[in-house]
């Protein structure tokens, strides 16, 4: 018993000793475990970019130590200056002081520090409150509530701005600008003056915390009104923040006169802070008659022109209306616009008369309307995964050789959510799914980029977990081998950490080897986002491009940065780069797309200096298979360019105030990208239409086209004139629903409940603008489209239906089937001659041997794509001598195109085949 | 004024209103006036300033009384307040 009572009495006189220790040690092992963690992951990350895309990851990240610098100088400002003082103590202090009153304290409640112990526990308290400072300005990059510094600060170090030009700046409230010089300003203001002001703003929220706590010991404390100084310093500094953000303001007439009683007000704090300082309230006001005078006068004086400046704001506000030009037009509105559009990147937007929008030939136009929309795209290509363990990631529209696609990669869909699965056996994907954007038809990936073979896809969409290649006793899927680089080796007390903290004690301690392979960072998209610094962003929408040899993802990156003029009411937008990302090995290249601007393109340019120009010769085969990024264009959630535009296009004082011509995204529509036929030449834009803002109508206003290709970066704005009166979208939709015969076909497929209406698209045909919209018959796994309906968009009662967008539009301009029957006939000559043979039409030919290769039926568009590969065929099996293809009649509706051979021993051969087009 | 004096020096009498303003008799001599403290010769430049014909002579006299008694302060720091909410407010619209 008594034993018992030692050894419960030595335990607790052991936990009594060392708890501290005891609590410490778990607290110390996570962040000792914490520490070594992210120290891996940035070797990992310093490594992995390094190895495949040649860029300095810690570098890029932390601004090349920018970061550490700016945060530990500003950090400084919370560190109290007198020696031993500290503001939060002395409240503290003052508290338990006001507790004692009336009482006697016992000597525990008053601890009394010997001066050495003061600075001692002053010192410790500065380090902890620098070290806290500089963890938060470090991990942000900037100050709490103002914003970012270090971006900034690298931006001055890199010239971008003029110091010169702060005086400038600082005096814009009182002296202003032209829209020109405003825009010759913005850098300035967005760099050295905004690091002034971030900079004073920080010391002015230190001083008015400072003054916070000694109002509150001095309220507490003094008898005297020692606290009337502290609030009149803290009011002066709040007024020199607002006159320090005056160059930010929306400055209109008044601003001068706004930006006086500022400094009036200021004048008086201080006169305020002085005269509690110096003279003091509460007595202080002199009985002597010159003395009170001065003090009088001086208040006085400052109280008039207060009133004087008030008095005048007031005035111009009451004579607002009929003077807006004047008041707010010029001096404001201008001058907004003109900066607005130089920020969004909009000022190079051409303006045209819908009139102008660009018209090809009618057949080329018909041929390469975009039948499949993104969601009935995705939904027929769904079908032809194939296995248990891909699905599609996403469904891009792509354009190359020409045509336009939709290629859906594909992205593991892991059966079994074990670790090894995971980690170890679905390491990649390997089908590519593309269909004809046209006919809705399946193309072989390697036809449509001309690569060799498809390629597995290690490095993708929806890739979010690390894997581990090449481990003994494990095989990848589909028995794969993984032939490329690693992105990192894990070996040694690197490989034991790094899977210790995955909780595969296994393989940190007894692996199947020493050095394992790891792909890391396999997203494609947060493996371009985690090399780019503040005010780059990825459109989300990324699309895969093949120089022929390879594929790549192309994610494009573009700028977005906030503007804090009062003049810009847009954020900063351009259009800076696109990243490829090898499917296969995940290597990283940059081209710079962004013009030089003095500005942010120049700066991020110089500091992604490795990344080379698109004009590179090396990016030849990149540009025309580009587009305008959908993100930057703007997006009915996300607003962007195009959104900008809609308001801000307009520079006519009045239309401006009536609003008259202020557009609007359509419901339900977005920017899409098709192909466009200008003078016989395919182009790839991204077009998006719009309506009148809040317009009852729903008429179209105009039609953006944003081109891609070897055109990138060009906007069109074709705007149509109010006495048009064409159909917008929602009435296109509306007038076709309303055609009787439509609604017998829409009943005859079941819409809306087993069908549905796809995207709705505008082309010129023949001088006219037509709606294309798609009908499509939708099951679990597979779409088809049976009908197309068509609208004129100069008459909504103009509406027809076809199988296809040829036959919709003869249906609806009432031409004969017979035109598009000869359209077609056309078009197979065509292929011929675009092929550089000459084509000979012949009543008879009389061979010795006839040999009939093949019957081909050509009675919809949506068969073309076959018979073209189809006559392809036939042509490299007999490639016709002197270049000659024969073409004769056969059966009703039916043509032939043969190519005589004449063999060795005389006897003459006629390959022909036989296409039925009628 | 001799009145004054004469109220100054007696005894009774000790509550007196002049120009609005309260003048009342503390102990230690003081005089209060408007709940403010001040001496016998300050409340008599006081009481001539408010019997003054000059109407800036009778407003200092006001300003040094709320002044004493801690009513111009409040006044300042109101107004101050309110001048930079309103200040605040306009520049941010």
């Known amino acids: 018993m008594g034993i018992k009572l030692t050894g419960t009495y030595e335990d607790s006189t052991f936990i009594r000793r060392y708890w501290v220790w005891l609590l410490l040690a778990p607290i110390l092992l996570i962040v000792t475990l914490e520490v070594l963690h992210t120290w891996l992951n940035w070797s990992i ?72 112990t003061r600075r001692t526990f002053w010192a ?53 600008a032209s829209s020109s010089e405003l825009i010759s300003l913005m850098p300035t203001i967005e760099v050295q003056y905004r690091l002034v002001y971030m900079v004073s703003m920080a010391i002015l929220a230190v001083v008015v915390a400072r003054m916070c706590l000694k109002l509150i010991k001095h309220f507490l404390r003094e008898s005297q009104n020692v606290w009337v100084r502290d609030l009149f310093v803290i009011l002066a500094c709040i007024m020199t923040a ?81 003077n807006w030009l004047e008041y707010e037009w010029n001096p404001l509105t201008r001058k907004q616009i003109a900066v607005t559009r130089w920020a969004a990147g909009i000022d190079h937007i051409r303006r045209l008369p819908l009139s102008a929008l660009p018209e090809g030939n009618v057949t080329e136009t018909l041929m390469k309307v975009r039948q499949w929309d993104s969601r009935a795209a995705y939904t027929r290509m769904i079908n032809r995964i194939g296995s248990n363990w891909m699905t599609l990631a996403d469904s891009d529209i ?44 399946y193309v072989n990936l390697t036809d449509v980029f001309g690569i060799p073979e498809e390629p597995p896809i290690y490095y993708g969409e929806g890739f979010e977990n690390p894997v581990y290649v090449g481990v003994k006793g494990f095989s990848e899927v589909e028995n794969a081998s993984y032939p490329g680089e690693p992105d990192y080796v894990l070996s040694g007390w690197r490989r034991t950490l790094w899977f210790l903290l995955q909780g595969q004690l296994g393989f940190a301690f007894s692996p199947p080897q020493d050095e394992i392979k790891m792909l890391y960072n396999r997203d494609v998209v947060k493996r ?16 895969l491009v093949s120089d022929g040899e390879r594929l790549y993802y192309a ?40 013009k030089p601007d003095g500005f942010l393109v120049d700066f991020y340019t110089r500091y992604y200096s490795e990344w080379k120009p698109i004009t590179d010769p090396t990016a030849e085969w990149l540009r025309p ?148 919209i798609p009908l499509y018959v939708k099951g679990a796994v597979m779409v088809t489209m049976p009908q197309i309906g068509i609208v004129d968009a100069s008459s909504g009662s103009l509406v027809a239906m076809g199988s296809d967008a040829s036959e919709a539009y003869y249906n609806l301009i009432g031409a004969t089937v017979e035109t598009g029957a000869q359209r077609r006939l056309e078009r197979l000559k065509t292929f011929f001659t675009e092929a550089g043979y000459d084509l000979l039409e012949v009543w008879a030919i009389h061979p010795d041997v006839e040999v009939l290769e093949e019957n081909l039926t050509y009675l919809s568009e949506s068969q073309w794509s076959e018979v073209e590969s189809a006559l392809e065929a036939f042509l490299e099996r007999h490639p016709p001598e002197n270049g000659k293809v024969f073409m004769w009649s056969g059966e009703e509706g039916n043509v032939n195109f043969g190519v005589l051979t004449v063999e060795s021993n005389g006897v003459k051969y006629l390959y022909f085949i036989t296409v039925k087009y009628r | 004024m001799e009145e004054f004096d004469v109220w100054l020096k007696t005894r009774f009498a000790d509550r007196l209103r002049i120009g609005g303003h309260r003048f009342e008799k503390a102990a230690r001599g003081e005089i209060m006036i408007d709940g403010g403290a001040f001496t016998k010769e300050e409340a008599r430049l006081l009481f001539q300033m408010l019997t003054s014909r000059n109407p800036l002579e009778r407003i200092n006299a006001a300003i040094i009384i709320w002044d004493r008694n801690g009513t111009l302060v409040k006044i300042v720091v109101a107004l101050a307040i309110l001048a930079l909410i309103l200040v605040y407010f306009w520049v941010r619209r």
């Open chain 1, 242 to 322: 607002i006159i320090l953000g005056a160059p930010y303001w929306v400055m209109d007439i008044t601003t001068p006169f706004n930006y006086l009683i500022c400094v009036v007000l200021l004048a008086s704090f201080l006169f305020a802070a002085l005269f509690s300082h110096f003279i003091g309230f509460g007595g202080g006001l002199p009985f002597a008659k010159r003395k009170r005078t001065v003090i009088l006068s001086i208040a006085m004086a400052l109280i008039a022109v207060l009133i004087t400046n008030a008095v005048i704001v007031a005035g111009f506000r009451l004579n607002w209306n009929n």
């Open chain 1, 398 to 441: 792509i354009y190359v050789g020409g045509r336009e696609y939709w290629v859906a990669p594909t992205t593991v869909c892991y059966p079994s959510m074990d670790w090894i699965s995971v980690h170890l056996i679905y390491t990649h994907t390997s089908r590519i799914i593309v269909i004809d954007s046209h006919s809705g038809e």
């Open chain 1, 124 to 176: 410790v308290w500065q380090v902890f409150k620098w070290l806290l400072a500089f963890s938060v300005i470090s991990s942000i990059n900037g100050i709490p509530f103002l914003g970012k510094v270090t971006p900034i600060f690298s931006m001055a170090l890199e010239g971008i701005g003029s110091w010169s030009l702060v005086p400038r700046v600082f005096v814009l409230p009182i002296i202003p």
């Open chain 1, 555 to 594: 994610v494009q990156v573009y700028i977005d940065y906030p503007m804090h003029s009062g003049f810009a009411a847009s954020r900063y937008l351009r259009y800076f780069a696109v990243v490829l990302v090898d499917v296969v090995d995940g290597s990283m290249k940059g081209y710079i797309v962004g």
């Open chain 1, 625 to 772: 298979q580009l587009r305008y990024p959908e993100a930057l264009l703007g997006k009915p959630d996300q607003p962007g360019q195009l959104d900008v535009d809609f308001m801000f296009h307009v520079d006519d004082p009045f239309t401006w105030r009536s609003g008259s011509k202020f557009y609007e995204r359509p419901p339900g529509t977005e920017v899409l990208y098709v192909l466009f036929v200008e003078n016989n030449q395919t182009h790839f834009v991204g077009i998006q239409v719009v309506e009148y803002k809040m317009s009852e109508s729903k008429n179209l206003a105009a039609v953006y086209l944003a081109y891609g290709g070897e055109r990138l970066g060009e906007i069109v704005l074709y705007e149509a004139p109010p006495e048009a009166q064409l159909l917008g979208p929602t009435s296109a939709v509306e007038s076709l629903k309303a055609n009787q015969e439509v609604q017998v076909k829409l009943n005859l497929y079941g819409y809306p409940e087993t069908s549905s209406l796809g995207n709705i698209l505008l082309y010129p045909i023949g001088g006219k603008l037509y709606y294309f």
């Open chain 1, 528 to 543: 371009v986002s985690d090399i780019l610094i503040y005010g780059l962003k990825i459109d989300p929408d990324v699309y």
């Open chain 1, 45 to 116: 990350m310093q490594s992995l970019y390094e190895k495949k895309a040649g860029l300095d990851w810690f570098g890029i990240t932390f601004y090349h130590n920018q970061t550490f610098i700016v945060a530990a100088i500003l950090a400084l400002l919370v560190i109290n200056p007198l020696r031993g003082h500290s503001d939060l103590y002395e409240v503290w202090e003052t508290i338990k002081w006001l507790s004692r009153i009336g009482r006697e304290p016992t000597p525990a409640e008053i601890p009394v520090f010997s001066p050495r």
